[in-house]
């Protein structure tokens, strides 16, 4: 078979300059043809254009007067970019050289390179970084030179600021470069030596030996600080160069910041008149004091026009400052109309505390009422009576908890989402921190029941309840060991019990509201889809604790005339109302609306 003129060049002299225009990708090669993007051509491109060059030429045969490549697409690729952007090197201006085979051959070569291809370790890439830079070429350029990311080898050059003592125990192999980078978390050479000397060898031992002293940015001190202000306060700083932590090294600076901002809001709370002002550590014995909030006034005509004139300047402005600005005046207005008044700052105490997510938290508190003593001592004015009583307020905490408590229990997907959603809240958002002896939390079973109301529902709760209750054992290694070998569908069925166990909203008086809770326990009814309707009617038990008045409303909301029944005494009036309530499935409004959360609604912390 007679060779083509390009193969008998190539059987004297293997590498040959190809025009640009005539050179592809061939099918064969391992590597198909990709968006530039996602195949680094612009970054391998980068470094062919600096004094690196090609390293090595791509490999590839000749068919019909073109050139197929099975090795080096992307550096051909790389080689027409910079063809297009007219940056090409003088060295490639003639044409791409390749290495022409014969297609069997060109073809083996390619699945040789790829499957015999050995990467470069990250020690040795950062040994070959510290030599570019010993030579004097900045990250930048060694970045363009390597066709590395700027970022990646800023960092890996920053490694080599840790103590002289650790880059030598380095290259003696003593420590690997995971080491090496724990050891550039701290900025105190001093303290990297002694760790080395310790022994420390161990990426994670290093990098704990080192920032024990330090604070963590989502520690709340640092994030009520600021890294700013400790800054400019003289706060050294240092992050993992591969991860996302950050830390203040010099936890005196951060504790003198974070007194003084706790000290100013002391100082501002006693300039407005409270008598007693204390920190909250989160073991404060409260007991003493009962929860005390501000009285809310009307707005007058000038604050109702003012308060339209800054929400229309929100709406229409397309300035985010001017918006931004507006917005906290409207803030400071809504503000404006509560207040506390001169009988509860005299003998109110305000309790301030950091919370996790950074924020200086007041709490307000009065002294616990006894038992005996009179509502009349206080200046507060006296609220009204309940609609349905105080019983009957508490009676519908109990129906509304029952019932998220049985949809829970038998929805296990609902009560993992809530369980989740409740964990991220304690531990990432909430403002309340609590100890244990237990390595986890220990978990109360509240079990709350209706007294006097049945739910539909009841029983199924019932039979589950008691399934686990026999089936799991008394002892606790019996019990992890039996937990472990269940499937999972009996895993989400124990854990959906575990979760409705804990439910409890009841409130003991109508003006004891635990709105945290009635708003946690409304963000659940709404996961289950939760119509207490479904489940329960009020019954003459529960009427019984509502005024006439009140009754004759109940009738109105359900629907009937009411002026038939004026006359009736309120005995026959609570069978009345109940036997309409039940055929029209009415329940008082607290019930009616659990679970229709909107958005936007704002549980307190």
């Known amino acids: 078979m007679q060779m083509t003129k390009i193969e008998a060049v190539a059987a004297v002299v293997p590498t040959v300059l190809a025009p640009w225009d005539k050179c592809f990708v061939a099918p064969e090669n391992m590597r198909p043809n990709q968006d530039l993007e996602s195949d680094d051509v612009p970054v391998l491109a980068e470094s062919i254009a600096t004094k690196v060059g090609l390293i090595s030429n791509p490999v590839g045969y000749e068919a019909e007067g073109k050139f197929w490549i099975t090795a080096g697409g992307r550096r ?23 290495i022409l085979r014969s297609r ?15 990467a470069t370790t990250p020690a040795q890439e950062f040994k070959a970084y510290r030599d570019l830079a010993a030579q004097g070429l900045d990250a930048v350029t060694i970045a363009r030179m390597t066709g590395s990311g700027e970022r ?12 002289p003592a650790v880059l030598e125990a380095f290259d003696r192999q003593e420590i690997d470069l995971d080491a090496l980078r724990a050891f550039s978390v701290s900025l105190d050479h001093a303290r990297q030596q002694e760790v080395l000397e310790a022994g420390l060898f161990n990426a994670s031992a290093v990098r704990q030996a080192l920032t024990s002293q330090a604070v963590k940015s989502n520690d709340p001190r640092a994030i009520a600080v600021g890294i700013e202000a400790y800054v400019a306060a003289g706060g050294r700083v240092s992050e993992d160069l591969f991860g996302t932590d950050t830390w203040f090294l010099d936890a005196p600076i951060l504790d003198r910041l974070v007194e003084g901002l706790l000290f100013e809001q002391e100082e501002t709370l006693r300039a407005a008149g409270w008598s007693e002002v204390i920190r909250s550590d989160g073991l404060t014995s409260l007991l003493h004091l009962q929860p005390t909030y501000p009285s809310t006034r009307e707005m007058t005509e000038e604050e109702m ?11 229409n402005t397309d300035d985010d400052d001017v918006f931004n600005e507006t917005s906290d005046k409207l803030d400071r207005l809504f503000a404006g109309l509560s207040s506390f008044s001169p009988e509860q700052l005299a003998s109110g105490t305000a309790v301030i505390s950091l919370t996790r997510s950074g924020e200086i938290y007041i709490d307000y508190y009065e002294p616990r009422k006894s038992s005996g003593q009179s509502s009349a001592s206080t200046s507060a004015p006296s609220k009204p009576k309940p609609d349905f009583g105080h019983a009957g ?20 997907a609902a009560a993992y989402d809530v369980l989740v959603a409740h964990l991220g ?23 709350v029941e209706c007294e006097g109301s049945n739910l ?6 019932a039979a589950l309840f008691d399934r686990w209750n026999d089936a799991l054992p008394t002892e606790i290694t019996a019990f992890y060991d039996a937990v472990e070998a269940l499937s999972s569908e009996d895993k989400q069925s124990l854990l959906a019990l575990c979760v409705a166990l804990q439910v409890n909203a009841v409130e003991p008086r109508a003006d004891q509201r635990r709105e945290e809770a009635w708003g946690q326990l409304q963000l659940a009814a709404k996961r289950i889809a939760l119509d207490v309707r479904d489940l329960w009617t009020p019954n003459e038990d529960f009427l019984a604790g ?13 629907g009937q005339d009411v002026e038939p029944f004026r006359a009736e005494k309120k005995g026959a009036l609570v069978q009345i109302v109940a036997r309409a309530a039940k055929a029209q499935r009415w329940v008082p409004k607290m019930l009616a609306d659990l679970g229709s959360v909107t958005p936007g609604s704002k549980l307190a912390e």
């Not at 026009?305 to 709406?315: D, H």
């Not at 009676?395 to 929805?411: F, H, K, Q, S, W």
């Not at 809240?425 to 079990?447: E, I, K, Q």
């Not at 539909?456 to 709760?461: L, Q, R």
């Open 546 to 558: 509502a005024g006439k008045a009140r009754l004759l409303d109940t009738l109105k909301d359900i």
């Open 305 to 315: 026009a003012e308060v339209t004139s800054l929400q229309a300047t929100m709406e």
């Open 425 to 447: 809240w304690s531990l990432l958002r909430a403002s309340r921190s609590y100890g244990t002896s237990y390595a986890l939390p220990l978990a109360r079973a509240s079990n």
């Open 104 to 118: 069997d051959e060109a073809v083996a070569i390619s699945l040789a390179e790829n499957a015999h291809q050995l």
């Open 76 to 98: 051909m690729r790389a080689g027409k970019l910079l063809k297009a952007q007219k940056r090409l090197p003088k060295s490639l201006k003639a044409g791409l050289p390749i």
């Open 456 to 461: 539909k529902g009841d029983d199924n709760f």
């Open 393 to 412: 307020h508490e009676r519908m905490t109990r129906i509304g908890t029952v019932a998220v408590r049985n949809g829970l229990a038998e929805n296990p």
């Open 152 to 163: 990646h080898v800023e960092r890996m050059l920053r490694l080599t600021t840790v103590s």
